[in-house]
């Protein structure tokens, strides 16, 4: 077995905690069942790990195996990279029957006319989606195993979504093997970004709980507003002001749990408005400035501000449009004219 | 009665019983809830002035976290002659024990100590620097 693949396959193994060890190894199924009786995983990762290379050693793992070891790995711990959204253009409405071996072998062969060093890898999860795994080399070095792309493409969409290396230049050729292997013929990037894949597919794929407008006459009544207030010596004196915030909260919001993004960004470009006596600038250029809200969770922040007294209700639209444009990266330029203010992308 | 500033709602003017005692809550950790209680300490009437009205700051266990100077607060306890309390609602033992402080002070405002009444806590306000 080559050396580097060796020593792969050993590090793999080591990002991998400890106990999830045996079943990552038992989905890769590369190992049978009885080697991976002889493992010991009761040892420090150290040992595991050169046990388990040695035990690919006789089995003479080649870097097709370990490539699907690592894309195992980074299925399961998939909110550990940023992923990107992108989506897809069909010039026709016809919906053809896509075929996964006829997919592969285009983007297998678009890469490699471009470039002969790759490692490409597929896999297929029973959600449809197909997962793609690319370590890219030049023309004169073997492709860096440490530094792959991932694209996650469901098939029935135009969306994919890419965790891109450090390595940016091969971005335009994935994008280029993408379209050519989907029959599609444009593919633009979504300023939409997370480390949370699945939120992701929530936003594109409007998964997440979104509230359509039902026509009731009169509200209805309170709902559960403070289910935990059940002490009836506690009095609100704002009751309906938090109906009223709670209510506007179910409206934009929805009533189920947001898709979660760890930040949004607003590039503005707008004119700065002081007080004429302050004099802050004198020319009349743009201000730039860069806004950027960040949180563990993005969204489930910005539904609970309002009823914890934070910001008033109803929330900037904003802040409150990001589920429903897909996108969490803004950029705001002065209003122009008669024009109304948009949201334009670049 | 809980509410998120003053002046209270109108319309609940009806169901309201006499009011002993008002507890400004203060998050040491939000500017904005100081300017509330500023604001809303124009709505109450002077005569709560004489020991039914008093301060809470909360979330001083958090030192990372203030955004008002303890400074500010008591120039406001001072100006308002009336007592400020220093509480972390996130530990429950400081958490209970402020509750029960409140709880004694609202006995005496609401005049079930005999012999004590809301005046004497703007004698106890004295701080021994003043002298």
């Given at each position: 077995m080559d050396e580097t693949v060796a020593e792969y396959i050993r590090r793999t193994v080591l990002k991998i905690p400890r106990d999830e060890i045996k079943t990552m190894l038992q989905k890769w199924g590369f190992l049978s069942e009885a080697q991976l009786q002889t493992l010991n995983f009761h040892q420090i990762k150290e040992n595991i790990s050169q046990e388990v290379v040695h035990l690919c050693e006789e089995n003479s793992a080649d870097i097709k195996q370990a490539a699907v070891l690592d894309i195992i790995y980074n299925h399961i711990y998939q909110n550990k990279r940023m992923w990107s959204v992108y989506q897809m253009k069909k010039s026709g409405e016809e919906l053809e029957y896509f075929d996964i071996s006829d997919f592969k072998k285009k983007f297998k062969g678009t890469l490699r006319s471009a470039l002969k060093n790759v490692t490409i890898t597929f896999k297929e999860y029973e959600d449809n989606a197909i997962w793609i795994r690319v370590a890219w080399g030049t023309p004169y070095r073997k492709p860096n195993q440490y530094k792959p792309s991932y694209v996650v493409y469901h098939s029935q969409t135009p969306y994919v979504f890419i965790s891109a290396s450090v390595l940016k230049s091969n971005l335009p050729l994935l994008c280029q093997a993408l379209i050519v292997a989907s029959n599609y013929h444009d593919i633009r990037e979504m300023e939409l970004r997370s480390h949370s894949l699945n939120s992701l597919k929530d936003i594109v794929f409007k998964r997440y709980s979104q509230n359509f407008q039902t026509y009731t006459p009169k509200p209805l009544q309170g709902g559960n507003v403070e289910p935990e207030n059940a002490d009836i010596r506690i009095v609100q004196e704002n009751r309906s002001e938090k109906e009223r915030i709670h209510r506007l909260n179910q409206e934009v919001f929805g009533g189920g749990l947001q898709p979660k993004l760890e930040f949004a960004q607003y590039r503005l470009e707008t004119m700065f408005k002081s007080d004429p006596k302050m004099d802050v600038l004198d020319k009349k250029e743009p201000f730039r400035c860069l806004v950027k809200f960040s949180s563990p969770h993005l969204l489930e922040s910005l539904k609970s501000l309002a009823p914890a007294g934070m910001a008033d209700a109803p929330l900037s639209p904003l802040l409150t449009c990001i589920p429903h444009k897909a996108r969490n990266y803004f950029k705001i330029r002065e209003k122009k004219g008669l024009l109304p203010r948009s949201f334009v992308s670049p | 009665h809980i509410a998120t500033s003053l002046p209270l709602p109108s319309e609940r003017d009806h169901l309201r019983p006499r009011i002993d005692l008002v507890v400004f809550m203060i998050d040491i950790k939000s500017k904005y809830s100081l300017k509330n209680v500023e604001t809303s300490l124009a709505h109450v009437d002077a005569s709560f002035f004489l020991g039914k009205v008093c301060f809470l700051v909360t979330g001083v266990g958090r030192v990372n976290a203030c955004s008002?100077?303890?400074?500010?607060?008591?120039?406001?306890?001072?100006?308002?002659?009336?007592?400020?309390?220093?509480?972390?609602?996130?530990?429950?033992?400081?958490?209970?024990?402020?509750?029960?402080?409140?709880?004694?002070?609202?006995?005496?405002?609401?005049?079930?100590?005999?012999?004590v009444s809301a005046l004497s806590f703007v004698s106890l306000m004295r701080n021994s620097d003043d002298d």
């Open positions: - | 008002i100077e303890t400074n500010a607060i008591c120039k406001l306890g001072e100006a308002y002659c009336s007592p400020m309390l220093f509480c972390e609602l996130e530990l429950e033992g400081v958490r209970v024990a402020t509750a029960q402080r409140l709880l004694r002070m609202l006995q005496i405002c609401a005049g079930y100590i005999p012999g």
